[in-house]
């Protein structure tokens, strides 16, 4: 059992294993992080603790390896729910990637219900640091003494001021996992073009082709320092198998953002992986 640490906050924040925020950062929060499964080859394992984002690429270079994930179930959140409740904190605010992503949320929703008004879920309606960014939120505001329906709230307006841009190199992976349409794919690789994708209401959907990874990428950059607008931000980079291309686009990134607060670098782990395939590079904006 994992020790319950409570913080001088009265409120509680959970998430799940995709939120990919540091565990530097989980640790001062005392966020608690309850993970997703993983299912490759029908061995199942959670997220981060058996089954890795190197598990997954390496899987997926062969197609009869068949690689899924599976949610949380009601009953591992309802335990967390109850520990930390147990363990004296006043409420919880439980916050997951976006339900049309996964039905984690529903999962967390059910598991609430037994614990009448002192549990909140909240749908971030993204994934990765457009999740971790709302998590963050309503975590400081949770030590700065909010109220339950405070951190809530934290955690939804920060989720309304993050946008969430991603390349990958194919869109076969996301077609397998049922993320976007079999026509959106099948364009894609019938044309040879390279997809910048983002998370729209909770779904992902194209955004533009663009003919090269290279321009592919330049055009990711342009993206995001638009949805920056000029304002103070955090940024997140995202990636797989490739942290030297994740470090150059942050590099290049914060030299044309004036405002830029701090920068995550982190690699997507293995439910995110499986559903995006190797090549990806993302970046999350949240404007403070």
């Known amino acids: 059992m994992i020790p319950v640490v409570v913080a001088s906050s009265s409120v509680a924040v959970v998430t799940d294993s995709t939120a990919y925020l540091p565990e530097t950062v989980t640790d001062k929060y005392g966020i608690r992080v309850i993970p997703l499964h993983v299912v490759v080859s029908g061995v199942s394992g959670r997220e ?41 904190v006043s409420g919880v605010v439980s916050i997951h990637l976006s339900a049309h992503l996964s039905s984690t949320y529903d999962s967390a929703v059910t598991a609430a219900v037994g614990f009448g008004d002192q549990v909140a879920v909240v749908d971030a309606r993204s994934t990765g640091m457009g999740l971790g960014f709302p998590v963050l939120a309503a975590a400081q505001a ?56 983002h998370v729209a209401d909770g779904r992902v959907v194209v955004k533009e082709r663009v003919r090269t990874t290279s321009r592919a990428l330049a055009r990711l950059e342009e993206l995001a320092v638009h949805a920056a607008g000029g304002d103070e931000v955090d ?10 291309r994740a470090a150059a686009f942050g590099e290049r990134l914060t030299a044309r953002l004036s405002k830029v607060r701090h920068l995550y670098t982190c690699e997507v782990g293995a439910a995110v992986a499986a559903h995006v395939g190797p090549g990806l590079l993302g970046v999350v904006v949240s404007r403070v």
């Open 142 to 197: 949770a030590q700065e003494g909010g109220d339950l329906d405070q951190v809530r709230r934290a955690a939804e307006q920060a989720a309304a001021r993050t946008t969430a841009l991603f390349y990958v190199d194919s869109l076969e992976y996301l077609r397998r996992g049922g993320r976007i349409s079999a026509a959106e794919a099948l364009v894609g690789t019938a044309l040879s073009v390279k997809p910048i994708l």
């Open 48 to 88: 981060g603790i058996e089954v890795t984002p190197a598990d997954v690429a390496r899987a997926l270079q062969y197609r009869h390896l068949r690689v899924t994930t599976s949610r949380p179930s009601p009953m591992e959140f309802a335990e967390v729910y109850a520990e930390l409740l147990d363990a004296g």
């Open 235 to 244: 940024i997140a980079v995202h990636y797989l198998q490739n942290p030297e």
